[in-house]
Each structure stands twice: as C-alpha cells, then as structure tokens.
C-alpha cells in the first residue's frame, strides 16, 4: 500500500507542477479577469442580491431555481475541504498556504463565472428531458472540430471518476474519522448509514437534491460560522499574527520538514492552489453542469449568481478555518489527542484547544465532527450528480441508475480506506478534469467577455432579467490555425 501511495504522490506532484496546473489555472483565472473588466469585483453585490434574496427568475427554462443551483454548487463545494483541505494545507504547506488559497478563489470567481455562463447557453436536453450541460457539453458545442469533442469526452471521463474522490472518497473518509474521534462509531456504521441516507436523496434526482441542498445548506454555514466567531473572539489576540502569518509566509515559507525556504514556499503554492481548487472546483467546471439545469433568462445572470459561490467558500468560510487553525496555533505542533490522524485532525484540535482542557473533548471534537458530517453529507449528494451528468454524456441516459448505485455502494468501500491515499487520488483526478475545461475556457474567453459587455450594458444591475442575447455577437469556430466567426445564436457545426 505504502509503494501505491508513493506513486500517487508522485503523479500528485507532477500534475499541480509549476510547469502544468498551476500556471494553467492561476493563467486562466488571470486572462479571465482581464478580459472580463474584473466582473468578479464590480459586479459581486448585484450578483449576491440576484442568487440569495431574489433567488429567481420567473417564467424562465430549466429544472431548478437560481438560488437551488446556487446552494447545490455550494453543497459540493463547501465540504470536507473547508474543513479538513484548508488544515492539510496549512499543515503540510505552512500559514502561506492559505494566501493561495485567497489567490485561487479571487481569480477563480472569473473562472467560475465563465463555465457557469458556457454551462447555461449551451445546455440541452436527455432523452428523459432534463437539462444536461457542463463542459461534457459546452467544450464540444461551442469548440468546432476533433479539439472540441477531444476536450468534452476528456472532461466528462474525468468527471465521471473524479467525482468518485472529491465527492465521495475525501468526504466519507473525513466523516469516518472525525466521527470515530468525537464519539466512537465505527467506520463501518459510518459507511452504511451515509449510503443508506445519499441513496434516498438520489432517488429523487436533481430537483430533489435541489430543495434538500436548499433547505440545510445555509443552515451548516451558518452554525460552522458561528462557531469559528467563538472560537476567534477566544483567540482575538492572535488574529493580527495570523494575518502577518499568511501574507510573510506565501513568500518565504515554512512548510514542515522542509529547511529550503525556495521549495517551503513551492510546497505552500502547490497546496494552497490544489486545495484551493478542491475547496471551490473554480476552473474545474463542475460547477457549469449545475448551473445548466437553472432556471435562468440569460447565461450571465446565472454566471454572475455561480460567481459568488466561489466568494462564499473561498474567501469566507476557507478564511474562517484558516484562522481558527492560525489562531489556536495546533498548526505547529503535533496533533492533540492520540496523534495519528496528521493534518486531517487539525481544524478538530483546533476547536478543541480553544474550548479549554474540560470542554474541548466534549464540545470542541463534537462541534467540529457534526459539522463535518453535514458538510461531507451535502458534498457527496451534490457530486453525484456531477458524476452522473458526465456519464450520461459518455454512454447515454442508461447510465444514470447504474452509476448512481456504484456511487453509492462505493461509500462504505472508503470508509474502509487509508485517508492519505484518498487525498491523493481526488487531487490527481481534479486537476485531470481541470485541464480540459481550462484549455476551453481559454480559447472561449473572447466570446465570453463579448456576450457578457454586451448583456451588462443593458442590464448593469441585474434587474431587468428580459433581455435578449444580442443576435450579432460573434463566437469563434476553431479550424486548425483558421479563425471562422459565427453567429453565436447558431449551433457550431462538427464538420
């Protein structure tokens, strides 16, 4: 096992390389912002007004609200890795980790935007007629050609694995583990009972999924919040170090074990940025597979609501535990408790620490560990559909139920499964399924910023909600080194 886990490891390092992922993803991000005129910055507050309190737009086509698209993106996205990815970050790649956790999420908003808005104009219909988009989709739809049907296949293959790791693996295993610190249950009962509970919430498909991710994600984001404020009001005096921490860090490093500080800072960029991506799937284009199936008049209305999901994972709840970890120190030393569980356990030693020696096991542990469940729990129901949509896509609306099953079926498998390993095979098929929609959403770009100009001339505050793609707007048909302009209303043509 040990010799797997090392060739895992290996092929971990080389994908989120300095010479491929990393530059591709924090590229992206930046072009996107560039050509985008920082819509990530000027128009968030409309957008956050638009998904959370108007929440829809009516008489508009698609199989669920705004704000049920919203909140299920946020239910695959805020999970484990806002728990559990930010401490493995911070512990393997030292405080600065968490600065390019800040950077991921800042430029991955454009990101996010960019397949959200390519998920909703490009979506269609299955055999049973519901929506189905995502880059599986868009990348072959709007990319003409073998390079256009090469990226789409390629996503939805990796799709259809990765949401074996991020959304199932990662978040069974950090269920398993917390639970069997805070209260002893066995793995074993961990992992049936949470295939019993994702395989109701399955039957019902996506508008299931919908109202149940609408009903209790905001709740768990609310009651994790609330606890880090205690935790950082206990520690208020630390917070101004932490900050110092996170910004000195990202550039001359303190990564464990690591006495180099060029390789420290290396190691802090390579698992801020692959955490970061765990954390918020910015640029992996999952995301885009949901937002097809929203109720929505206009692809940037529904871009700019899918925006803020990356806001408030990354740049809210990832600084909370970011600073909660800082804050109470446990990042330095060993894990509280029996020590075996490294990184994994820091967030829960953290609260641990904060709540005192007489309180901390029985609230500190327990707190964190319900929390983790109820994150973990939303992940997992929202990747399954990420998953399901990709295989749809690869053999034809026959795959639904059976890859529903071995989803989940394949829980109580993880909870039998060495965290380390898991971790690392969600790692390597993230950044495999990022690829792909990245080199799309780079050759997109122009016609994205275009369409979305033209929409927030019109429509600067999102309040109108009726206008029109501009029939006179351009995409580009990809030939070899030939540029074709075509009318983005039409179809792209697979000649």
Request: contains cysteine; positive net charge; glycine residues 12%.
């Amino acid at each position: 096992m040990d010799a797997i886990n090392d060739v895992f490891i290996t092929i971990d390092g080389w994908v989120w390389s300095v010479y491929l992922l990393i530059p591709l993803l924090a590229g992206t991000g930046l072009i996107l912002t560039i050509r985008l005129r920082g819509v990530q910055f000027t128009k968030l507050w409309p957008a956050l007004k638009l998904g959370l309190i108007k929440r829809k737009d009516p008489g508009a086509a698609g199989d669920i609200s705004q704000y049920q698209a919203l909140t299920t993106a946020l239910a695959a996205t805020v999970g484990v890795g806002n728990i559990v990815g930010v401490a493995t970050a911070i512990g393997i790649g030292g405080p600065g980790a968490l600065f390019w956790m800040w950077i991921t999420g800042l430029l991955g908003m454009a990101s996010k935007y960019a397949e959200a808005f390519l998920g909703s104009k490009y979506r269609e219909k299955d055999s049973r007629g519901e929506v189905i988009g995502g880059p599986q989709v868009y990348l072959q739809k709007a990319i003409a050609g073998p390079l256009g049907k090469i990226l789409a296949v390629t996503f939805a293959v990796f799709g259809a694995l990765a949401a074996f790791g991020i959304g199932n693996g990662t978040q069974v295993r950090a269920m398993v583990d917390n639970l069997d610190v805070a209260f002893g249950v066995d793995p074993l009962v961990t992992g049936v009972t949470v295939m019993i509970l994702v395989g109701l919430v399955l039957l019902g498909g996506i508008k299931w999924i919908g109202r149940v991710t609408a009903g209790f994600v905001p709740l768990m984001i609310v009651v994790y919040l609330l606890a880090g404020t205690v935790v950082l009001l206990m520690n208020v005096g630390s917070i101004p170090e932490a900050f110092g921490m996170v910004f000195s860090d990202a550039f001359t490093g303190t990564a464990k074990g690591d006495d180099i500080a060029g390789a420290a800072v290396g190691i802090a960029i390579q698992k801020g940025m692959a955490r970061g991506i765990f954390s918020n799937e910015s640029g992996m284009g999952s995301a885009a597979i949901v937002a097809a199936a929203a109720k929505t008049s206009h692809p940037v209305r529904q871009g700019l609501v899918s925006m803020t999901q990356t806001f408030i994972d990354t740049i809210i709840v990832v600084t909370f535990t970011g600073l909660v970890v800082l804050s109470t120190g446990v990042w330095r030393h060993a894990p509280v408790g029996d020590g075996t569980r490294g990184e994994e356990g820091l967030t829960q030693d953290a609260f641990t620490v904060a709540f005192g020696a007489e309180w901390g096991p029985r609230l500190g542990a327990p707190l964190v560990a319900i929390c983790v469940v109820f994150f973990a729990l939303s992940t997992v129901i929202g990747w399954s559909y990420y998953g399901e949509r990709c295989a749809v896509r690869l053999l034809g609306i026959r795959a639904q139920m059976p890859y529903r099953v071995f989803f989940t079926g394949l829980i109580v498998i993880w909870s039998q499964f060495r965290a380390e390993t898991i971790w690392n095979i969600a790692d390597i098929l993230n950044g495999l399924m990022a690829l792909p929609n990245l080199i799309g959403l780079l050759l997109l770009s122009g016609m994205i910023a275009r369409e979305t100009r033209a929409y927030l001339a019109q429509d600067p505050d999102l309040t109108k909600g009726d206008v029109k793609p501009d029939k006179h707007l351009m995409a580009i048909d990809f030939k070899g080194f030939k540029v074709n302009w075509v009318p983005s209303q039409k179809r792209v043509s697979h000649r």
